[in-house]
């Protein structure tokens, strides 16, 4: 991820889980918050009891790797906190999930050749 798309500062993720409602898939709680940039962020919060720092930052590190996949549409930002079943799930089962939850918040643009 590109740094001006990350959320890093702790007022704007206590902003956003405030003031937006939750939305939950299987072990991902997702919070959106629409804006009037024209960029989109995301910001990425992994518990202690996921387990020690390297698991943690690996669980980080593959889901950036998954957000980086594909297009987004622009001003929103958005809230990705992890549930403690993480670590049981593979890798392609944790890519699944996520942007089956991103698709369902219509955050993934659409391209004009698929056609499904």
Avoid: W
């Avoid at 403690?84 to 955050?107: H, M, Q, T, V, Y």
């Amino acid at each position: 991820m590109k740094k001006i798309n990350i959320l890093k500062n702790s007022r704007d993720f206590d902003r956003i889980i405030k003031h937006n409602k939750p939305y939950k898939y299987k072990d991902y709680i997702i919070y959106l918050e629409k804006n009037t940039n024209d960029v989109y962020k995301f910001g990425l919060s992994v518990g202690k009891k996921i387990g020690n720092a390297v698991s943690r930052n690996r669980v980080k590190r593959q889901l950036k790797s998954i957000i980086d996949q594909k297009d987004y549409q622009n001003n929103f930002n958005c809230i990705i906190i992890v549930g403690r079943g993480i670590n049981e799930k593979s890798f392609e089962d944790r890519k699944e999930n996520l942007l089956i939850a991103l698709k369902n918040l219509n955050l993934i643009k659409e391209k004009k050749d698929e056609k499904k």
